[in-house]
């Protein structure tokens, strides 16, 4: 089955201890992204990538970083996590020349105390 | 900057009642224009791609068109299995090579029997 997975799902951590979100697709995409979902703001692109160890900056950047070393795999990592990161996190993948067909991941609902 | 906004943020439809979701955008040249639908708890799932003003798309009940400034998602004879929040969203032509896409903050549409 086609389909973009993430872990985990749920988290609580507190301010400043680092974690990673994983996104993982099994569709040979070459096209992978994350976005947050915050209540009022929709959908925000926080980073992109086109294909392996070619990554991009979307419209919200601040405080994280990803990696793209092999290409089913594009993890979020976050160094330093703030409250003002707690959102809904997905990871998003498509073939570049489908730039339409996103196919998303079911989220990750983060907390940071 | 690309914008995109959707109205009415919510629309409470009886079974049956026919009607239409707005999406309007301000892009430097529009590459496509998408529509998605979200379900509570689960990542967006992809409905339409439309690139030029003039055309029109259809599934179902759904149908979605599009001019130079706005696009409508048309619903026709809902039911409440199409419950859900319908996001749009916008590529514009100078994404140099690939995918700022900008979300809006979506319709939530709630169909009761």
């Known amino acids: 089955e086609a389909q973009v997975t993430q872990n985990p799902r749920y988290l609580i951590t507190v301010t400043g201890k680092k974690l990673t979100v994983t996104c993982s697709q099994n569709?040979?995409?070459?096209?992978m992204s994350w976005y947050r979902q915050d209540p009022g703001l929709g959908l925000r692109q926080i980073y992109y990538?086109?294909?392996?160890?070619?990554?991009d900056k979307g419209d919200v950047p601040e405080g994280y970083k990803v990696s793209r070393k092999e290409k089913r795999n594009f993890p979020l990592i976050l160094e330093s996590p703030s409250p003002n990161q707690t959102s809904l996190y997905f990871c998003?993948?498509?073939?570049?020349?489908?730039?339409?067909?996103?196919?998303f991941g079911p989220g990750t609902r983060l907390t940071v105390l | 900057e690309d914008q995109v906004t959707q109205s009415p943020e919510a629309l409470r439809l009886q079974e049956g009642e026919s009607s239409s979701l707005n999406c309007s955008y301000t892009?430097?040249?529009?590459?496509?224009l998408f529509w998605y639908r979200q379900d509570p708890g689960k990542g967006p799932e992809f409905l339409f791609t439309?690139?030029?003003a003039g055309e029109e798309k259809e599934k179902e009940r759904l149908k979605a068109t599009l001019t130079k400034k706005e696009s409508f998602l048309h619903i026709t004879a809902p039911k409440p299995e199409d419950s859900a929040t319908y996001l749009c969203?916008?590529?514009?032509?100078?994404?140099?090579?690939?995918?700022?896409?900008?979300f809006g903050t979506g319709t939530k549409l709630q169909v009761i029997p």
């Open positions: 998003a993948s498509s073939l570049v020349r489908r730039a339409d067909t996103q196919y």
């Open positions: 569709m040979n995409h070459e096209y």
């Open positions: 990538s086109m294909n392996v160890e070619v990554t």
């Open positions: 892009v430097s040249g529009l590459r496509g």
């Open positions: 439309l690139y030029s």
């Open positions: 969203a916008v590529l514009p032509e100078n994404s140099g090579g690939y995918q700022k896409v900008t």
